[in-house]
């Protein structure tokens, strides 16, 4: 037994340190120029999925183009190689990252912490405004002469900054100029959710009492702190190559029969730079999605997560993993062969902190009492597509493997599984499950399931057939397939098939926008706490919550969060903030 | 209970679908049968982690669906149960790891034996360099690229004088011979894939690569790139033609006739201008 | 990049010796009441924390173009530039700079308030005749021949002294603040009062700025250089 004093009726209020509120003045101050974390999740949150949405057509472009090849005049190879880079960034970066820290760390941070906004309200207003100013000029580089540049998510250089890759004039310059911005806009975000998870607790909130989705999200905030100036690095280098004429990455080259300036410069070092972000991106993607599933598993198996302590070992142990893991995107690079043992290993070794996880996640449905609501829903299929793409990491992270496989359609489908449809599935989830919060109404639970069903399935559908293509010898970022011998017709047939089954997924997501809008006016009342939660964030006086969150005084916590069907309690859930029953503790003790 | 239903359907159905599917890799025509026995022994451990999974997820599912009255168990953790589970995982990865790891040490240790051929890619076409008699490669430089020496040999070198050099040619390679792949580009990244030949590798301007094979079937494979290089990335193709020794002597024999007889033309018109 | 994984393991190691006071192995489900944080569990300034984490960050930013540097200078293409003389002059005024904020403080707990503004301008006035100096370095430089894109190693140089710089005018926008601060209030106030926290913050920036600006002429100067040299060859 742990020795804690009880506590009583009567505990004077938090002595957490009141932040200064700013208090709006205008319509203006109110909605646009907000200092309200609340309000600016839900600018990073529509921002966010508007740009989903948008990526999402420009993908189903390519899945056009690749179905049936040359039917749509006017994607030409140029503008092809513009879609994939666009629709990759954008989904990784400016959706993704958006929407999971700006948009759900923002609006749960503070609320699942008991405090009254972020601790550096005006940063946290100047990062959303930095993000969209990087949003507007990324879109602006479809404007410019010359069109976004084709260089592939990753651009590498040199192609990234030599003949024969659309968008060399303005796109790639846009580029990297958006990227500086949104990481100088996301270090201001970022600095916040990590700081009010330090310093903004309210009373009684021990860092083992917080939820796990606040243990994703502040982890993930961590790693992209650290993560994203490798990017910014990489940028500003690219782009003193591109427009000063230096040779960071650039050796001798022979840009299509001339000789360019260049000399020297290693294309390596960019790549090294570049998965120095981008293998943390990866879980600063996934972790709030594995903090966020475990709170929806937990709440709608009305069961206590299982091994909570393990789940927030592994969270840790992964963010801190995931900086040694980055060279095994770059097995067969051209690197140095013998990084490939050390590379191989860290990755292996990070597949078993995941493995709790999923365990975990499996063992609290286990002795559950499973309410198939549509956030559950969305979290099984979310441990389908997670492991499903968990497990043919496995096959890339291993050295040798990845040889044949690495640069076919099997990466393309590892991870849009394991990062693309896995954390949008929790996306879904969440904003099925917070929405009530947000707007005071639920969605309507017809048009989710019907929006579940065919996301899920469908995109199951995409994306492990796929898997095969890449196994059979078929590359990525093929503007079209060909008539190679060695794939068969019914390989053409299988192209044709996926592309019909992203139309409709896409098509699909209608419903869920129509819902989005409708329910705002229409759905039902939610009341405060309709999913019956202990997270403090269903415990506000008032929904949706105003402007500092709490009423007069901030809630004390006493216990963690996750008091469901707890023997003798008279209800299947106890709130974070309801002091001790009478005996409690005599039926906890092991 | 749909949700069970559609669980062990996707569980089956992708078991189902990995045995008779028809898309499949190509028959190996390379060395590498190793790379594929890792690939196996990795598709047998993650699928009966993947079917395991999923069917104790829709057993729970089904099993503890919500009824009215039912309870949950409070049971916050299990130690054993954990570290059990956990040590399992571990045993799984390192069964996955430590055939990799022993077949990449193979993979990147070139045989003694092992003959330099060399490949270099350019926007966007492949072109080869084999080294004539004396079974050495001369040395290059990108300075020395122009109209009549596409690939930049150094002139000078002694080593070089006899290469054969192949543009929008077929590349050969006799069977059952190791040959080491050394790998060059003068523009962009590149990637010398081969399907058949399981090993590629990526190709950098400025510096070398390689990696090491040794053709164990005979016949035509498509070379494909498989690192996006700019518009032409798709269509940067050759073929690569595997062939008996015999056949193979005599190839390399007309083509070195080839050469001489391009470097006496050159020659000649030198002598001409002069 | 073995310079900003062992940059990245220090940040980790405090993260972890934080964490490992936070009661990490507690059974957080039996243990039902109000746990009062031990006293002192959070006894700095949220401000303070957050330039900690800032500074972590920044440090990264460093950390990783001097990976890079070293990567990039094992290449035959390498041909150093000379040290400048204004470098050690500038680094001086850097020093002074940080030493006279350091004074301030310990003015400011003596509420010597008349002090306070005289270290807050000379700390100014001794950052901004830094950046001038740094500016007159690079003229001089390119009036030398010593161009941007001529060589790899003048490249590193415009680019990390032009990064530090950036982020020692960044600074002179907070301690502008400050000043103008001091310069409105009537006395320097108590312990966690605007302009004493503000002045703190300060000096902290100013000696992170002082100690990457030391690791950067360093590496310049070509000692670290021959340091990483010695480490390659000890390792190899």
């Given at each position: 037994m742990v020795d804690v004093p009880l506590g009583a009726a009567g505990v004077p209020p938090a002595e957490v340190e009141d932040v200064e509120l700013y208090h709006p003045k205008s319509w203006l101050t109110h909605y646009v120029f907000s200092q309200d974390a609340k309000i600016i999740a839900v600018q990073y949150s529509v921002t966010a999925l508007s740009i989903g949405l948008v990526a999402l057509m420009l993908s189903w472009l390519m899945r056009l183009q690749l179905a049936f090849p040359g039917a749509l005049s006017f994607i030409d190879a140029d503008a092809y190689y513009q879609l994939i880079t666009m629709h990759g960034m954008m989904m990784v970066v400016y959706v993704l990252t958006a929407l999971f820290l700006g948009g759900f760390g923002n609006y749960l941070i503070p609320l699942m912490l008991g405090a009254r906004d972020m601790v550096f309200?005006?940063?946290?207003?100047?990062?959303?405004?930095?993000?969209?100013?990087?949003?507007?000029?990324?879109?602006?580089?479809?404007?410019?002469?010359?069109?976004?540049?084709?260089?592939?998510?990753?651009?590498?250089?040199?192609?990234?900054?030599?003949?024969?890759?659309?968008?060399?004039?303005?796109?790639?310059?846009?580029?990297?100029?958006?990227?500086?911005?949104?990481?100088?806009?996301?270090?201001?975000?970022?600095?916040?959710?990590?700081?009010?998870?330090?310093?903004?607790?309210?009373?009684?909130?021990?860092?083992?009492?917080?939820?796990?989705?606040?243990?994703?999200?502040?982890?993930?905030?961590?790693?992209?702190?650290?993560?994203?100036?490798?990017?910014?690095?990489?940028?500003?280098?690219?782009?003193?190559?591109?427009?000063?004429?230096?040779?960071?990455?650039?050796?001798?080259?022979?840009?299509?029969?001339?000789?360019?300036?260049?000399?020297?410069?290693?294309?390596?070092?960019?790549?090294?730079?570049?998965?120095?972000?981008?293998?943390?991106?990866?879980?600063?993607?996934?972790?709030?999605?594995?903090?966020?599933?475990?709170?929806?598993?937990?709440?709608?198996?009305?069961?206590?997560?299982?091994?909570?302590?393990?789940?927030?070992?592994?969270?840790?142990?992964?963010?801190?993993?995931?900086?040694?893991?980055?060279?095994?995107?770059?097995?067969?690079?051209?690197?140095?062969?013998?990084?490939?043992?050390?590379?191989?290993?860290?990755?292996?070794?990070?597949?078993?902190?995941?493995?709790?996880?999923?365990?975990?996640?499996?063992?609290?449905?286990?002795?559950?009492?499973?309410?198939?609501?549509?956030?559950?829903?969305?979290?099984?299929?979310?441990?389908?597509?997670?492991?499903?793409?968990?497990?043919?990491?496995?096959?890339?992270?291993?050295?040798?493997?990845?040889?044949?496989?690495?640069?076919?359609?099997?990466?393309?489908?590892?991870?849009?599984?394991?990062?693309?449809?896995?954390?949008?599935?929790?996306?879904?989830?969440?904003?099925?499950?917070?929405?009530?919060?947000?707007?005071?109404?639920l969605l309507s639970v017809p048009l989710g399931q019907f929006h579940f069903w065919v996301t899920f399935l469908g995109a199951y559908l995409i994306f492990f057939p796929m898997h095969y293509l890449g196994l059979m010898g078929v590359p990525r970022r093929y503007y079209e397939m060909g008539e190679i011998a060695i794939y068969p017709q019914s390989a053409h047939d299988l192209n044709i098939f996926i592309t019909v089954m992203a139309l409709l997924v896409g098509a699909a997501q209608l419903a869920f926008v129509f819902n989005l809008i409708w329910s705002l006016r229409h759905g039902r009342e939610a009341g405060g706490n309709p999913w019956r939660a202990c997270s403090l964030e269903w415990q506000t006086p008032v929904t949706p919550p105003p402007h500092g969150n709490f009423g007069k005084e901030l809630p004390i916590v006493y216990r963690w969060a996750y008091d469901y069907h707890v023997p003798g309690a008279p209800e299947d859930f106890i709130p974070q903030n309801q002091p001790p029953l009478a005996g409690e503790m005599a039926s906890r003790t092991p | 209970m749909h949700v069970v239903l559609v669980l062990v359907l996707v569980a089956v159905g992708s078991v189902l679908f990995h045995f008779l599917s028809p898309w499949w890799w190509t028959p190996i025509a390379s060395n590498w049968q190793y790379i594929d026995d890792t690939i196996i022994i990795t598709f047998w451990i993650t699928g009966v982690v993947f079917v395991a999974v999923l069917l104790f997820m829709a057993y729970c599912v089904w099993r503890f669906r919500h009824r009215e009255g039912h309870q949950a168990a409070f049971e916050p953790e299990n130690r054993r149960l954990e570290s059990g589970l956990t040590i399992i995982t571990g045993v799984g990865v390192a069964a996955m790891l430590a055939p990799g790891l022993f077949v990449w040490n193979h993979f990147i240790t070139v045989p003694p034996d092992a003959s330099a051929i060399e490949i270099v890619g350019q926007q966007w076409q492949w072109s080869f360099r084999l080294p004539g008699k004396d079974g050495k490669l001369g040395k290059t430089s990108v300075d020395s690229i122009a109209d009549d020496n596409p690939l930049g040999l150094d002139k000078n070198d002694p080593d070089g004088r006899d290469d054969v050099v192949l543009q929008g040619e077929d590349l050969h390679l006799p069977i059952g011979k190791p040959i080491k792949v050394v790998l060059r580009s003068t523009d962009v990244l590149h990637d010398f894939y081969v399907p058949e030949f399981r090993a590629k590798m990526d190709i950098l301007p400025g510096s070398s690569t390689y990696f090491w094979l040794t053709p164990t079937r005979t016949g035509t494979f498509d070379i494909l790139c498989a690192e996006l290089c700019g518009t032409g990335h798709p269509y940067m193709r050759g073929s690569v033609v595997v062939e008996e020794q015999v056949a193979y002597d005599a190839w390399l024999d007309g083509q070195q006739r080839r050469m001489l007889a391009q470097q006496d033309g050159t020659k000649g018109e030198v002598k001409a201008q002069q | 990049?073995?310079?900003?994984?062992?940059?990245?393991?220090?940040?980790?190691?405090?993260?972890?010796?934080?964490?490992?006071?936070?009661?990490?192995?507690?059974?957080?489900?039996?243990?039902?009441?109000?746990?009062?944080?031990?006293?002192?569990?959070?006894?700095?300034?949220?401000?303070?924390?957050?330039?900690?984490?800032?500074?972590?960050?920044?440090?990264?930013?460093?950390?990783?173009?001097?990976?890079?540097?070293?990567?990039?200078?094992?290449?035959?293409?390498?041909?150093?530039?000379?040290?400048?003389?204004?470098?050690?002059?500038?680094?001086?005024?850097?020093?002074?700079?940080?030493?006279?904020?350091?004074?301030?403080?310990?003015?400011?707990?003596?509420?010597?308030?008349?002090?306070?503004?005289?270290?807050?301008?000379?700390?100014?006035?001794?950052?901004?005749?830094?950046?001038?100096?740094?500016?007159?370095v690079w003229r001089e430089l390119v009036g030398e021949g010593y161009f941007l894109a001529s060589n790899p190693a003048n490249a590193f140089f415009y680019l990390m002294t032009g990064l530090h710089g950036l982020h020692v005018l960044g600074g002179l926008v907070a301690l502008a603040r400050v000043t103008s601060r001091a310069f409105s209030a009537d006395e320097v106030g108590g312990e966690r009062g605007g302009l004493r926290l503000g002045l703190e913050l300060c000096a902290i920036y100013w000696h992170f700025l002082l100690v990457v600006w030391l690791v950067l002429f360093a590496l310049i100067a070509g000692w670290a250089g021959d340091f990483i040299e010695i480490c390659r060859q000890a390792l190899s």
């Open positions: 309200p005006y940063a946290n207003m100047l990062s959303f405004w930095f993000y969209l100013l990087a949003v507007v000029v990324l879109f602006a580089s479809f404007a410019v002469p010359g069109g976004p540049t084709g260089a592939g998510w990753t651009l590498y250089p040199p192609q990234a900054i030599t003949a024969g890759t659309p968008g060399l004039a303005w796109g790639i310059i846009m580029m990297l100029v958006s990227l500086m911005i949104f990481i100088v806009g996301f270090t201001m975000g970022g600095l916040n959710y990590v700081v009010t998870v330090l310093q903004g607790r309210t009373r009684g909130m021990t860092l083992m009492r917080m939820p796990l989705t606040v243990w994703g999200i502040f982890t993930a905030s961590v790693m992209a702190l650290l993560a994203f100036p490798a990017l910014f690095v990489g940028c500003v280098m690219m782009l003193f190559d591109r427009l000063l004429g230096t040779s960071f990455f650039m050796p001798e080259i022979i840009e299509q029969g001339t000789r360019l300036p260049y000399g020297g410069g290693s294309p390596i070092l960019f790549q090294h730079l570049f998965w120095f972000f981008g293998h943390p991106e990866v879980y600063i993607v996934a972790l709030p999605a594995f903090g966020i599933v475990s709170d929806l598993i937990s709440v709608h198996a009305r069961r206590n997560i299982f091994g909570y302590r393990m789940m927030v070992w592994a969270i840790v142990a992964i963010g801190a993993l995931s900086f040694v893991v980055w060279a095994h995107h770059m097995y067969v690079s051209g690197m140095n062969p013998y990084f490939g043992f050390f590379f191989a290993t860290t990755t292996l070794i990070i597949a078993i902190p995941t493995a709790i996880k999923v365990y975990n996640w499996v063992l609290t449905l286990w002795r559950g009492d499973i309410h198939l609501t549509v956030p559950m829903l969305f979290a099984l299929a979310f441990i389908v597509t997670f492991v499903n793409g968990g497990l043919t990491g496995l096959f890339l992270g291993n050295v040798v493997v990845d040889v044949p496989l690495s640069d076919t359609m099997f990466v393309v489908a590892h991870f849009h599984m394991v990062m693309g449809v896995a954390p949008i599935l929790v996306i879904f989830g969440a904003i099925y499950h917070w929405y009530p919060k947000v707007t005071g109404r | - | 990049m073995i310079i900003v994984v062992a940059f990245l393991a220090i940040v980790i190691g405090i993260a972890a010796w934080w964490l490992s006071t936070q009661r990490i192995m507690s059974k957080p489900w039996l243990e039902i009441g109000v746990i009062d944080e031990p006293p002192g569990a959070r006894p700095l300034p949220t401000a303070k924390i957050g330039l900690g984490v800032f500074l972590a960050v920044a440090g990264v930013l460093f950390a990783l173009s001097i990976s890079a540097y070293s990567m990039r200078l094992q290449a035959a293409d390498w041909w150093p530039l000379p040290v400048p003389r204004l470098l050690w002059f500038n680094t001086g005024l850097l020093i002074l700079a940080s030493a006279a904020l350091e004074w301030t403080k310990a003015q400011s707990r003596h509420a010597n308030l008349d002090a306070v503004r005289f270290g807050l301008i000379s700390a100014g006035v001794l950052t901004l005749a830094f950046v001038i100096g740094q500016l007159v």
